[in-house]
């Protein structure tokens, strides 16, 4: 191998990985169909035909030729730029990887196989009791893998970086430490305001032309519907089979317009990001979005900053209108504005206004923390989360459905990945904030139902670069410095004034 | 592994089984999601993602580890008869997939792409002589095949035998030269007759009512919804990711009445036997079809035995008639059951009726084998197609698009596919007889819509036996004998001669 020539080890790199890729995608692919149109009685088998197909892709990733290659691969001086980085990112991937063992990565799928159906059972009993002993099982072999992965500080930075390279509890008790006090102190307020009206989001939108509205409003924000599909699922989601091939679904409740519109352009921003990843890097690190927490940033970005704005109502509105005129002929433009911003705290994290949001993640980011630290114990999860919804919210959780038993991402055994939706909506804000000095027209386009040299700004600062940076090289390379939740603040403020007739 | 329990080793070999069938109906549900929902753009890698898995799957199956414990295990005494049949039967798989090597593969699948593109290609410009040269050298590799494969008498052998064990050029020269005479003296009788009219079929029926007729008669045929789903697709077909997940889809024509309804009935054919075989025999041969042929008697069965019977039309042409008040309010039962059996010479094999179609594969088994036999060359085969054509439906071929390049299995390089068509409509004919000896009250039951006691009786007569039998085997169990044309002479005599008043 030693005296092959470089371009050719390269080729032989690009090939193994696409194999993999194929296989990943075609794991993906399993996932896509038992969420929108698995029947019945086919769930039993798809579990074990995507685990076969995970352990496949694992194996296949795990190989110690893939490794030798990487390994000789990396002492080459003659790369480009580009494909240095993909064989760097690559061997960062496998070094992590092959620290696992088959018979730990089995172990690992087990119990979460187990977790996901006793926090179903759990979720039909709600009764978080039923849930806590597979957890805890859980929650000590995540410890078992971050002591695998390393860590310099604390057992959660191995999962946080999982997630996000480069994020760690300091960063994140920094962050949440800084917003914690402006958010409560601004929700005060605005609850002792004249709340805003959206009770004319709850009449009858029927589904059928709530669809139709869904698809002219994601087509109008860019989504190649060439390259992606729409279609219903419970939970809405995006997934991808390769930059030309991505896919969101929404759910419609006829009683709830907001929870299709609002789901629809968060999806969007999601598929956007990965309709613009470059598409001659299939299978390559430098095709992959830079991290969870920028693929938040994307879709929260065009959920609120757009999605919210007033301008993006001024365009849409009327077209809404004129979908359901019986249904909203009675609303002003100013009204749906005020309505659909308004902020109220609530129990379930994804019905939650932009502001109140944050509060729900820090529960979990706190809870995550003591749990893998050992100073609390997966039965005290309730109280601590009643507790808290208490002091942050002033609400009273009435039961653990409405309550810890809410999210799936724990049973799946997903930890540190909360966080990266509040820092994604932190991003959302400063890059927005750069985008709109970049772009000054801005405003007036969205008011004009344009948003195209939006797109093309991401897509150029954004997209392109794949998993190039971190979210922390990323941020400095498009607004000039690194996370600055102050953007996040102001922007608040100056919504929330508006809306609320706030005083500073 | 000598000296592990058989029972040990059996479960061994179950392991295996499975999980190279979930890296195999993974790779059927991208074929799935391929014909139904891809979005345009995303096809191009969707090509790659199969061919990796169909070569992984490949791979695992060829493992020397499978087989080395294929051996162990067919040395074995202890084995039950039905665990002894599936050993047996991988054996035989395993044996004739190791004779290829994984360059043969390779460059088969790589000459199947380029040939696929050269038809699609040929059939734009209505073109054969531009599909000639790459069929060509397909052809060449299906000898070679058919070397490795291994024959007795006829290089064709191999190839029938790989899609129904048993199958070869003697059985079916002497099955086609018995119906070749009295089919064509049928036909010549018929259309001295005077002819019935299917003229309504091609009225303006619309495609939300045709789908919800065609859901409503597959259900009550008792294809089960939850355990299998019906989507549009350019050509229908049957896919099953297992016994609980079998899938159709169908196509509708809004001024072709009949291409939606009989086209779902086929595929509820297909359908139910899939879901019909043993359901703990996931990825083993005996939870597997017998043979193409037999697949074929399944859904030629129900399509033509039951879905153009007259007891049929009693039961559903008065609710077809409510789904198409204005279309039909002018044809009684009798003239429908009359134009749906119309026959008539055409060009297009899947349109054809009952009786001529056999014509259609009759062309292309005589290609097929003077292909092989080198005597004639793919130049040949447009004059070969239209003579036959000629001499034998009395019609005169305009083009290649309604000739020879109609059909894409050879492009696929599926050579010994067409002659199941046949064989299968034999066997329904015979399979049929026999459930109406078996079940005095059949006629009167489907006349009521009742067809619960014909799917009982094929459950237990076919569906059940997986791949215990061949074609031939089956028949001998199901009706006391081989393949007895005489049942489909039989058949076809009763049924034309009540609609165009025949003497025998």
């Known amino acids: 191998m030693t005296t092959s020539p470089t371009s050719e080890l390269y080729n032989e790199y690009v090939q193994t990985m696409r194999r993999i890729a194929d296989i990943r995608y075609a794991s993906a692919l399993l996932q896509w169909d038992q969420e929108t149109y698995l029947p019945l009685k086919g769930a039993s088998i798809r579990g074990q035909q995507i685990a076969t197909l995970s352990e496949m892709a694992h194996r296949s990733f795990t190989d110690d030729k893939l490794g030798a290659l990487l390994h000789e691969l990396q002492s080459r001086q003659d790369l480009d730029p580009a494909s240095r980085r993909n064989v760097e990112l690559t061997s960062e991937d496998y070094d992590r990887q092959i620290k696992f063992s088959p018979a730990f990565v089995r172990q690992l799928t087990e119990t979460v196989n187990k977790c996901f159906h006793s926090w179903l059972e759990a979720r039909k009993g709600n009764d978080f009791n039923r849930f806590a002993p597979d957890l805890a099982k859980l929650i000590e072999l995540k410890k078992e893998e971050a002591t695998i992965l390393g860590y310099q500080h604390h057992l959660y930075d191995a999962l946080l970086n999982d997630h996000d390279k480069g994020s760690n509890v300091r960063l994140l008790d920094d962050v949440f430490s800084k917003v914690r006090k402006p958010l409560k102190e601004m929700l005060d307020k605005i609850m002792s305001a004249p709340q805003t009206d959206n009770s004319f989001l709850r009449r009858h939108y029927p589904k059928d032309k709530q669809w139709a509205f869904g698809m002219e409003v994601i087509k109008a924000l860019g989504y190649d519907l060439d390259a992606g599909r729409q279609d219903i699922s419970e939970h809405p989601f995006t ?3 390769n930059s030309h091939d991505v896919r ?13 519109v609002w789901s629809c352009i968060h999806e969007t921003g999601h598929a956007l990001y990965e309709q613009g990843l470059p598409e001659g890097a299939y299978g390559l690190p430098l095709g992959e979005p830079a991290s969870y927490t920028i693929h938040e940033s994307q879709s929260r970005l065009w959920e609120n900053h757009i999605g919210r704005s007033r301008a993006f109502c001024e365009q ?3 077209v809404l209108q004129r979908y359901f005129p ?7 433009p100013d009204t749906f504005y005020r ?3 308004r902020v109220e705290p609530s129990f379930i994290r994804t019905e939650a206004d932009e502001l109140t949001y944050h509060f729900h993640v820090m529960v979990r980011y706190d809870l995550e923390k003591l749990l893998l630290e050992n100073a609390i114990t997966t039965k005290d999860i309730p109280a601590y989360w009643n507790e808290h919804y208490r002091q942050y919210l002033g609400i009273q959780v009435p039961d653990d459905k409405k309550g810890c038993l809410q999210d ?5 055994g997903s930890f540190g990945y909360f966080p990266t939706y509040s820092l994604g909506s932190f991003y959302a804000a400063q890059f927005y904030a750069t985008a709109q000095k970049a772009l000054p027209e801005l405003d007036s386009q969205i008011q004009k139902g344009d ?6 700004w991401l897509r150029n600062q954004v997209h392109r670069h794949g998993r190039m940076y971190t979210s922390e090289g990323l941020s400095l390379a498009v607004s000039g410095e690194t996370l600055n939740i102050q953007h996040f603040l102001d922007y608040l403020q ?3 004034s508006g809306i609320y007739q706030l005083r500073s």
């Open 494 to 496: 100056q919504k929330y």
């Open 248 to 260: 969101i679904t929404t759910r419609i409740d006829e009683h709830d317009l907001g929870n299709m």
């Open 451 to 456: 948003t195209k040299a939006l797109l093309d």
């Open 316 to 318: 849409w509105f009327p």
């Open 239 to 241: 997934i991808n089979f």
């Open 326 to 332: 019986e249904q909203l002929h009675d609303i002003s």
């Open 339 to 341: 309505g659909i911003n």
């Open 408 to 412: 799936v991402h724990w049973s799946h």
